[in-house]
C-alpha cells in the first residue's frame, strides 16, 4: 500500500509500514511535512495482516514465491 503526497500527488512510495515507525516525514518533491499518526486500530489491523501473510508464506514456502 502506498501513498500519494496529498499536496503535490506525486507518489511518496511509503508503506503502512513506514508511516507505523515514522509517523513524522517530509515529501521528498514539494517538502510538505506530514503527521501520520496512525489510530491503534489500524495499528492492530497491520498487525493482523502481517501475520496472516506471514502464516500463508509458511504454508506455501517452496512452491510459490512471494517477493
Ligand atoms: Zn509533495
Given at each position: 500500500?502506498?501513498?500519494p503526497c496529498p499536496t503535490c500527488?506525486?507518489?511518496l512510495g511509503?508503506?503502512?509500514e513506514f508511516i507505523i515507525?515514522?509517523?513524522l516525514c517530509v515529501c521528498p518533491h514539494c517538502k510538505t511535512s506530514f503527521n501520520f499518526t496512525v489510530n491503534e486500530d489500524i495499528i492492530k489491523i497491520y498487525k493482523q495482516t502481517m501475520s496472516e501473510?506471514?502464516?500463508?508464506k509458511r504454508q506455501y514456502k517452496g512452491t510459490v514465491k512471494f517477493s
Amino acid at each position: 500500500m502506498a501513498f500519494p503526497c496529498p499536496t503535490c500527488k506525486n507518489p511518496l512510495g511509503l508503506t503502512l509500514e513506514f508511516i507505523i515507525k515514522n509517523p513524522l516525514c517530509v515529501c521528498p518533491h514539494c517538502k510538505t511535512s506530514f503527521n501520520f499518526t496512525v489510530n491503534e486500530d489500524i495499528i492492530k489491523i497491520y498487525k493482523q495482516t502481517m501475520s496472516e501473510i506471514e502464516k500463508i508464506k509458511r504454508q506455501y514456502k517452496g512452491t510459490v514465491k512471494f517477493s
